[in-house]
């Protein structure tokens, strides 16, 4: 008998348990495929890709989402009572997209430069863009 895993019914649940830091592996002969249910991660857990090391997604803390690939981060999500973000980390090439509608758009580039190239900015007629360039780091 392994006492290091325990498969049981809790209730309406079916449980399956391990200790001493052993991994549950998953080895079908064809996919996985969750129906009528979801799955819950806790924050701070990870939701790896591509055999898990370096690209993956994960709620750091409350109501922030965090996508990484290659080890770096990416893109992040944020929803706060100041408002919700969305912060990208790497050179992005944003195809043409209609990317906002409403509220404000502000692009802040503290690593990066920020190029338009063989672009346009269409606003309604009563709202106004304006570009702020300063030299301070």
Same mark, same amino acid.
């Given at each position: 008998?392994?006492?290091?895993?325990? $498969?049981?019914?809790?209730?309406?649940?079916?449980?399956?348990?391990?200790?001493?830091?052993?991994?549950?592996?998953?080895?079908?002969?064809?996919?996985? $495929?969750?129906?009528?249910?979801?799955?819950?991660?806790?924050?701070?857990?990870?939701?790896?890709?591509?055999?898990?090391?370096?690209?993956? $997604? *994960?709620?750091?803390?409350?109501?922030?989402?965090?996508?990484?690939?290659?080890?770096?981060?990416?893109?992040?999500?944020?929803?706060? *009572?100041?408002?919700?973000?969305?912060?990208?980390?790497?050179?992005?090439?944003?195809?043409?997209?209609?990317?906002?509608?409403?509220?404000? $758009?502000?692009?802040?580039?503290?690593?990066?430069?920020?190029?338009?190239? *063989?672009?346009?900015?269409?606003?309604?007629?009563?709202?106004?863009?304006?570009?702020?360039?300063?030299?301070?780091?």
């Amino acid at each position: 008998e392994d006492t290091n895993a325990v $498969i049981y019914r809790n209730s309406n649940d079916l449980e399956l348990i391990t200790y001493a830091g052993y991994d549950i592996n998953l080895n079908p002969a064809g996919d996985v $495929i969750i129906d009528g249910a979801s799955i819950f991660l806790p924050v701070a857990e990870r939701l790896y890709f591509g055999g898990g090391s370096h690209t993956y $997604i *994960s709620e750091d803390v409350d109501d922030r989402l965090r996508f990484f690939t290659g080890g770096d981060e990416f893109m992040r999500f944020t929803e706060d *009572s100041g408002g919700n973000t969305l912060n990208l980390y790497q050179p992005t090439n944003l195809q043409t997209q209609t990317l906002f509608n409403t509220g404000d $758009i502000n692009i802040i580039s503290g690593l990066f430069s920020i190029f338009i190239f *063989s672009s346009f900015i269409l606003l309604p007629p009563d709202k106004t863009c304006i570009f702020l360039v300063s030299e301070e780091r």
